[in-house]
Nanobody, 123 residues
Framework: QVQLAESGGGWVQAGGSLRLSCTFS????????MAWFRRTPAKDREFVTA????????DYVDSVKGRFTISRDNAKNTVSLQMNGLKPEDTAIYYC????????????????WGQGTQVTVSS
């Protein structure tokens, strides 16, 4: 059974940086596209970014382009999210998700989810 575990959340002032990591276990990581979603009290899980199984293709929601970078290490079974230039509106619980092969923006297509990690950005 695939399991995902996020780490790296925390509190930061606006303009600061955080790096989230997600560790994959229980399957063949290199077959899975990975994504980050986030949830706030006002919004259900919304797409943030995703990366294909081989790392060749990525996608970002417009609000984070140029500030966030997704990457993966298939040797270490991890996907990371480097978040720079953080804004208060980035405050959310961030979830790691996995689906086979190709990335998607649709949360319904992802079969596996982590428990989430809180990111809080103060102004």
């Amino acid at each position: 059974q695939v399991q995902l575990a996020e780490s790296g959340g925390g509190w930061v002032q606006a303009g600061g940086s955080l790096r989230l990591s997600c560790t994959f276990s229980g399957g063949t990581f290199s077959r899975y596209a990975m994504a980050w979603f986030r949830r706030t009290p006002a919004k259900d899980r919304e797409f943030v970014t995703a990366i294909d199984w081989n790392g060749d293709s990525t996608d970002y929601v417009d609000s984070v382009k140029g500030r966030f970078t997704i990457s993966r290490d298939n040797a270490k079974n991890t996907v990371s999210l480097q978040m720079n230039g953080l804004k208060p509106e980035d405050t959310a619980i961030y979830y790691c998700a996995a689906k086979l092969w190709l990335r998607s923006r649709s949360r319904d297509e992802y079969n596996y989810w982590g428990q989430g990690t809180q990111v809080t950005v103060s102004s």
